[in-house]
Each structure stands twice: as C-alpha cells, then as structure tokens.
C-alpha cells in the first residue's frame, strides 16, 4: 500500500538558518503530495501542496517539489525563524478517487533566537 | 467562517465502556474523514463519508469502531468496549471534494483527546 517515510527527528535550527526536512514516498500511479504544519496547542493546517510531477508547491517561504524519479517531496526555507517551531508531516492522496491522506510519523521543528 | 470543531476536547473512560466523539465539518463540504493519532506518529484514516455513506471503512480496525453521518453534515464517531490502546487523539476533517480532485484540502479540526484507563 501507499506509505510516506520521513527523517528522523527532532531537528534544532538556531533562526535565519536554511531547513530541509527530507520526505519520500511509495504509491502507485501518480499521488498528490502535501505538506501539513501543526503549530503548537493548535490542529492540523495545510502548509502546501504539489499534485503533480516537477510540480513546486510554496507557501509562507516553504518550498517543495513533487520528484517522481525520487520520489522525494524534501520540504526547504532558506531561513528559518521562530515562529517556524512546530510538526512537519508529509503526506499523500492516491490516484484515484478516494482522497484519504497517507501521512508520515511527522518532524518537530525547534528554532532558537 | 466557523472552522471544523470536534466535542469533547477530552475524554477518560474507563476499559470497557463505550464512548462517543462529535465532529461538525464545514458547512457545505459534502466529505468528511476520521483519523486517528497514536503519540509521536502521524495521523492514520480511519474512515470516509461522501455525504451520508461511507465510501470507505477500511481504516476501522476492529468492529468495536463504528461512525456514522445520518443528514450528511454532523459525524459521530462510536467505539465500544474500549481498551487502553484505544487512547490517542482522534482528528475529524472536511473537505469541499464530491468526487472531484483528490487533492482538495482537507480541513482538521482540533481533535479530540481519548485517554483510556
């Protein structure tokens, strides 16, 4: 079946320094991919999303590019700030028509000042 | 707008009991989700209503989980006899999709925090 595999974590970046928070997966067809953010004490929120090969989504200075021959769906920001801390999940919906997500384990995101 | 909201918050039971969780989706959106969050891994589904049928329960573990959607807005999520490993956080989302793209955005709600004793 569909899986997501993330990198393991927590990661702890110091602020203004560039993140990658590594992603693949494995589906059939052609997935769409996403990322989701969970800011803490809140739910869930949808960071970006790329619903085809050499796709880049981007939001909020976060960028990712749906990789087919990898794929990979590497999440990147050139510079992080505080305001960043939080969990990273990667995440896919199959090619047909049921758009259950398939997330990864998620990422804890810490920046310092 | 209002956003996706869930009740209760929490929930302690105790092993064996039955309970019941609340989702309210976006009014409008016609597909709702149940995900179920165990600590430090990432949410898994557990089912999919298109409006009032559930177009796929193949995330339900075990018979005791059961949901329903009987006017197509309102979920309930119902497990019977709990056990201790039924605790995690149980997310409810929405989305606007009616058999379109599968990557509409799906809209969480806060969850709701299951703890069995």
């Known amino acids: 079946g569909d899986s997501v595999t993330q990198m393991e974590g927590p990661v702890t970046l110091s602020e203004e320094a560039f993140l990658t928070i590594n992603c693949t997966y494995t589906a059939t067809g052609y997935p769409s991919l996403f990322w989701y953010v969970q800011y803490p004490g809140e739910g869930l929120q949808l960071l970006l999303k790329a619903t085809k090969a050499d796709d880049k989504g981007s939001n909020k200075g976060f960028e990712a590019t749906y990789r087919k021959e990898t794929t990979s769906f590497h999440l990147e920001k050139g510079s992080v700030q505080v305001s960043d801390s939080a969990v990273y999940f990667c995440?896919?919906?199959?090619?047909?028509?049921?758009?259950?997500?398939?997330f990864g384990k998620g990422i804890t995101l810490s920046v310092r000042p | 707008g209002a956003g996706v909201s869930q009740t209760p918050s929490n929930k302690v039971t105790e092993k064996g009991k039955y309970v019941e969780l609340r989702c309210d989706p976006i009014s409008g959106h016609t597909a709702l989700y149940w995900y179920r969050q165990s600590l430090g891994q990432g949410p898994e589904f557990l089912i999919y209503?298109?409006?009032?049928?559930?177009?796929?329960d193949s995330g339900l573990p075990n018979d005791r989980f059961f949901a329903v959607r009987p006017e197509g807005s309102v979920s309930t999520l119902k497990i019977q006899r709990t056990e201790r490993g039924d605790s995690a956080v149980y997310l409810c989302?929405?989305?606007?999709?009616?058999?379109?793209?599968?990557?509409?955005?799906?809209?969480f709600g806060p969850g709701t925090r299951l703890l069995v004793l």
């Open positions: 209503f298109q409006g009032t049928g559930a177009a796929d």
């Open positions: 989302a929405s989305s606007a999709t009616s058999g379109g793209p599968p990557w509409a955005a799906q809209y």
């Open positions: 995440a896919l919906t199959g090619a047909g028509a049921n758009s259950k997500l398939t």
